[in-house]
């Protein structure tokens, strides 16, 4: 808009695409790139779409009001023009500033945290590389792929992004995880494709790395909500923490061709955050951003970053983004409930013992306290009470707080029903928690449509499907994940676990030993192997794992069938008695196992029954659990898998 209109109307039925803002002596320099936008797709308005008999400030505001975009470009002259500030701090505000360097000169204070285009040097077409950088950054603000018409030469291709996409999605579904395995699904990172590395905190304060964690997650989290994206998984990321490894051979090792790095500078109610985008071929940058605002922006600063981000990579954001300054699906426009779900989640995640969970449990139940509607604590309060039930209490507290745990999920999903992870929380908890298999399915479906791009809502659903005998869509799943998350032992291990109930030993050890390659220290995963060798008919490799194993649920009952196999009584008796005399209640499942493989079918069906009176949750393993086998074909048997809905 131009600061020497003082009178003027505008024609009302002019849509609004992109407010164009500039000096009077910029005019004949705003022109061409004001046609390259409208060229572009996106009409414009600017001061050429105006007649005389209105108000210029009516008109302007309403121009202003009614945009998805605010281009500004900055000058020698725009710079000291009060209506170019006016207008391009109301863009800035509302998220929408898109700043543009006619001559090289810097902006006015209060923009230099801005990134500006410049177009000083630039040729006035669509196939130059700052002009791309422009339109793509329109685009982003439109929620939407650039225009064919926009591409220019050296133009990212969003046809052909999602050609690869789509390529990589039927392969998936052709070929598994054995695609997935070979290599095939890592044979070159998308042009789309990106990791959220850690922020570093430089807060001075070492307490104050929960909330750059937090930070990046949740800007991970709304990149992965974006379907032309390609996003990294969470643990995968967090290998990198030091920022001691190359840029490129981050990159590499984790499939991408982008990486978005950051600092988070917490002082006072002030806040600031540099971010990098580096281009993971060369290490260089190829966008960089400083964002210094109140604390109580932080949520659009978090929009901000997501939106500059997908836009650099000429993708869109979903239109939970559009021109929203706080709250995302979930989430919350509270600051002090916003920051105690970020500490639950940095408990949550370290999952030490007892005490962690319930003070994570403690954090999230604050934050719904300070914001009743934060779905996203509510999904979390779920989670927690769920993995307290199954790990920690005995059965009076267990079924009461997965009670509360289904009842914290279903709230969640009523109050954002286009958030997945209140689905996979309600899911999780019907199925672990009230042993409901039929009935978790629909929450299960529904959180992997919303959440296909999200490395946990993905592997908790493969798994489901697996435990439920759908190996094609588990495999599929896992696939997506572990391509996404290539450095996650619990990827491997869930492809594992899946194998292993579809009945595909060699698989199964292949995964279990790739995850103890990443994780060595990782629980479970020699239990996982013993079983499969045992399957084999491998005793002596089967006893050397279950020799290895931490976990007494695993090692215990593996050790007992060891022994009955080999024909050592005294043996299987003594290590039946440790499970027994050990863990009580909570191995009533792996004492049924025992029992099947010694033939006891009486005993067997004893210790499921009061597996199921104790809701033990190991009882979603029923459906395809070889060790069962024994007892498969009793009629009691199929009672059972009806009552749990397998059947």
Not at 418 to 432: H, K, M, P, S, T
Not at 500 to 528: Q, V
Request: charge should be neutral; hydrophobic fraction near 45%; charged fraction near 25%.
């Amino acid at each position: 808009m131009s600061d020497s209109t003082a009178s003027m109307g505008e024609q009302p039925a002019a849509p609004t695409s992109v407010f164009f803002s500039y000096s009077r002596e910029d005019r004949a320099r705003a022109l061409p790139i004001i046609r390259l936008i409208e060229e572009s797709g996106f009409p414009t308005w600017w001061d050429g779409l105006l007649e005389g008999g209105e108000r210029y400030s009516r008109a302007t505001e309403e121009a202003l009001n009614r945009a998805r975009a605010v281009v500004v470009l900055w000058s020698k002259s725009s710079v000291g023009s009060h209506w170019v500030h006016d207008e391009a701090t109301r863009g800035r505000d509302r998220g929408l500033l898109v700043p543009i360097a006619l001559d090289g000169s810097d902006p006015p204070l209060g923009f230099g945290q801005f990134q500006v285009i410049d177009l000083s040097k630039a040729k006035l077409r669509p196939d130059d590389p700052q002009v791309q950088k422009m339109l793509r950054a329109i685009a982003a603000l439109h929620n939407q792929p650039l225009p064919v018409a926009a591409q220019g030469a050296r133009g990212l291709k969003i046809d052909r992004r999602t050609a690869i996409g789509g390529g990589i999605a039927a392969l998936a579904v052709a070929g598994g995880l054995a695609a997935w395995k070979s290599g095939l699904l890592g044979s070159g990172p998308a042009g789309n494709s990106i990791a959220v590395l850690p922020f570093a905190n430089l807060s001075g304060d070492p307490a104050q790395q929960y909330f750059s964690d937090g930070l990046a997650a949740e800007i991970r989290a709304q990149l992965s909500r974006n379907t032309l994206l390609e996003i990294a998984g969470q643990t995968s990321s967090n290998q990198f923490r030091d920022g001691e490894a190359d840029d490129r051979a981050i990159a590499s090792k984790l499939g991408v061709a982008f990486l978005l790095s950051g600092t988070v500078q917490k002082i006072g109610d002030q806040l600031k955050v540099t971010t990098a985008l580096i281009d993971g071929r060369d290490g260089k940058n190829a966008w960089s951003n400083v964002f210094e605002r109140r604390l109580a922006d932080v949520f659009a600063v978090q929009s901000a970053i997501a939106v500059a981000v997908a836009g650099e990579l000429s993708a869109t954001i979903g239109e939970q983004l559009d021109g929203k300054r706080g709250k995302q699906i979930g989430g919350t426009e509270n600051l002090a409930a916003f920051d105690a779900y970020l500490r639950g989640r940095d408990l949550f995640e370290s999952h030490v013992d007892e005490a962690s969970g319930r003070a994570a449990l403690a954090k999230f139940e604050q934050a719904i306290v300070l914001d009743p509607d934060y779905a996203a604590a509510r999904a979390s309060r779920s989670r927690s009470l769920a993995v307290i039930a199954n790990q920690y209490v005995a059965t009076a507290e267990r079924k009461a707080l997965y009670g509360e745990a289904v009842a914290e999920a279903r709230r969640a999903t009523e109050l954002a029903p286009d958030f997945a992870y209140g689905f996979i929380a309600l899911g999780y908890a019907l199925f672990y928690g009230r042993l409901q298999a039929k009935e978790a399915r629909a929450p299960y479906e529904q959180a992997a449509r919303l959440g296909g791009g999200d490395v946990d809502v993905l592997s908790r659903y493969a798994v489901y499907c697996a435990r439920t005998g759908r190996f094609d869509a588990a495999d599929t799943a896992i696939a997506r994940a572990a391509a996404l998350d290539p450095l996650n032992a619990s990827m491997f291990k869930s492809a594992g676990n899946i194998k292993y109930a579809a009945r595909a030993w060699p698989e199964a050890i292949d995964f279990a030993r790739k995850a103890l390659d990443i994780n060595p220290k990782r629980s479970t995963l020699h239990g996982d192997i013993g079983n499969a060798l045992l399957m084999m008919g491998d005793l002596a490799g089967a006893e050397a794992a279950f020799a290895q194993e931490t976990s007494k649920l695993l090692a215990l009952p593996g050790k007992a069938i060891v022994a009955h196999r080999r024909g050592q009584a005294a043996a299987a008796d003594a290590a039946f008695a440790a499970l027994v005399g050990e863990l009580g209640d909570s191995g009533l499942y792996q004492q049924a196992q025992v029992l099947a493989q010694r033939g006891a079918s009486d005993e067997a069906f004893a210790a499921l029954d009061k597996a199921r009176a104790e809701a033990d949750a190991g009882l979603v393993y029923l459906l395809n659990d070889p060790l069962l086998d024994p007892i498969r074909p009793d009629p009691r048997f199929n009672n059972l898998l009806r009552e749990f809905g397998f059947a």
